[in-house]
């Protein structure tokens, strides 16, 4: 069995940064990942990645795809990792298919979506509830939808949105919005949008698809009618491939300054990590350090 120089696990930024420092390097590796983009392909108003005064995550992501080709990086795309293990001085990854062998490995696996956990959660995913407003937005033109979560996630779906549905509730669990202070001032003159701060939303019902849902306010129940519902509620590290690493009490994976993780040999950049700030930006960055560690690494085995 082939023993790969490093093996980076994502292709979202983090991943795919690191892909082109390894590649300009002359590292011998591959990109193993589910999809190309992660979670910015989700985005829609970017506005702060430097080069771009405005670009949407799809576009972004067209982007990253293009670049990375130019290297011609073997990416095994489709692919989910679902075990990393020790093996004696090198390490084991294992996906539902294959089974690959590297002596560094760099985890850029990323974050996905929170739940809800309420009733009628389950039930009606996918029929009126959805955790993506870039994907599903379009499907309800002049409809009524609610969004779930005032951070920057919520406030993108809004905007979203506002382009494409007939009315919009924002609810947020918080006595207040925590998202960016100039998208929240912008979403407060949409006229379209009703925001509701200091709520829980307790219900989901309706019959093949969503109808409303329950909220409380003030301990007073409320119903909303809705055509569907955008859960945006933040999002938790796919970290759980690895179990021989230091993690955090959000499950984080614990780096360093240069990217280590608690295990020699094994390095970690992006959302996955507990670098502060989860933004499209700064997993590139710790993606190129992630990738100059791991070369600086193998250069002293």
Partial sequence: MKLYELIIIGAGPAGLTAGI???RKKMDFIIITEDIGGM????????NYLGYQFITGPELVEKFREHINEFNVEIREGQKVIEVLKDEENFKISTKTD????????????????????????EFRNKGITYCATCDAP???DKIVGVIGGGNSGLDAVLQLSRIAKKIYLIEIK?????DFFVINKI??????EIFTNTKVVEIYGDKFVQGIKIIKNNEIIELKVDGLFVEIGSIPNSEIIDFVEKNQYNEIIVDCKNRTSHKGVFAAG????VF????IVACGEGAKAAISSFEYLKYL
């Fill in 188 to 193: 407060k003159k949409i006229d379209k949008v």
């Fill in 40 to 47: 910015t392909k989700y985005s829609w108003d970017i506005e």
């Fill in 99 to 122: 089974t690959y062998f590297t002596k560094t490995i760099i985890i850029a696996t990323g974050r996905r979506p929170k739940e809800l956990n309420v009733k009628g959660e389950k």
């Fill in 139 to 141: 499907l309800f033109r």
């Fill in 271 to 274: 959302d996955v990590t507990n």
């Fill in 277 to 280: 700030a989860k933004q499209i």
């Fill in 175 to 179: 006595d207040h919005l925590t998202g």
């Fill in 21 to 23: 420092y390894a590649a």
